[in-house]
């Protein structure tokens, strides 16, 4: 039973557009969440965190929103480059109940087109 | 300063011998934790060091697994016996708060 799920696994954004990368969870007790950047043959590269006390947190061109009655969060980068194309993985942990592994989605492979 | 390190970057072993991962976390972080992924899927997670206290050993998928870390630090994956669905990218992560850096993975092919 997937726990933190991402249905899109491609998208393609044209450079310079809005990109959105979606993900779902199911796990309520999921109280920290996170995104991450992999290159081919490297290992992932944290990007932006968002904790479930706030909606929204932003990082120049990098942003969070988190819907916890939606049990949905999603990243939007904006301006896309052609440099953001990458593998991005959604995390989540449940940090204040002591369960900090992270539990990963499965991943969008973000491709911008030049 | 200096990320997490892995070491080796890629490991072809045969089928039914063992084989040792190192992680070299970030200094100062207490926790340090092992995943993961198998080819077409999401990170999946081992093993987990905090501190002092007993490890969590929840997500090893067989005793054929095992890790240890000494002085709070550098952290070992042994893998005995090893099978062919054991090939994945091993990810070494490491922590000090909620946000884990990886380290850049091993690559392991068992034949």
């Known amino acids: 039973d997937q726990q933190v799920k991402q249905n899109s696994p491609s998208l393609s954004v044209q450079e310079g557009r809005i990109s959105i990368l979606n993900c779902d969870y199911t796990?309520?007790?999921?109280?920290?969440f996170l995104w991450y950047k992999k290159y081919p043959a490297e290992g992932p590269t944290f990007l932006i965190s968002?904790?479930?006390?706030?909606d929204k947190n932003e990082d120049g061109r990098f942003t969070v929103f988190l819907n916890k009655s939606a049990k949905h969060l999603s990243l939007h980068i904006v301006p896309s480059q052609p440099g953001d194309s990458a593998v991005y993985f959604c995390?989540?942990?449940?940090?204040?109940?002591?369960?900090?592994?992270?539990?990963f989605g499965k991943g969008t492979r973000l491709s911008v087109i030049a | 300063g200096a990320g997490v390190s892995q070491s080796p970057s890629n490991k072809v072993t045969e089928k039914g011998k063992d084989v040792e991962l190192r992680c070299d976390p970030i200094?100062?972080?207490?926790?340090l934790y092992w995943y993961r992924q198998s080819l077409g899927q999401g990170l999946e997670f081992l093993i987990y060091?905090?501190?002092?206290?007993?490890?969590?050993k929840s997500g090893l998928p067989s005793d054929r697994f095992s890790a240890e870390r000494t002085g709070g630090s550098v952290s070992t994956l042994t893998i005995q016996r090893t099978q062919q669905e054991d090939s994945a990218v091993y990810l070494c992560?490491?922590?000090?708060?909620?946000?884990?850096?990886f380290g850049p993975g091993t690559r392991l092919l068992v034949l």
């Open positions: 796990n309520s007790m999921f109280d920290y």
């Open positions: 995390a989540a942990s449940a940090w204040n109940s002591g369960n900090t592994p992270l539990v």
């Open positions: 992560a490491s922590s000090g708060r909620e946000t884990q850096y």
């Open positions: 968002i904790s479930s006390i706030k």
């Open positions: 060091f905090q501190g002092n206290s007993a490890p969590d």
């Open positions: 200094s100062g972080h207490t926790a």
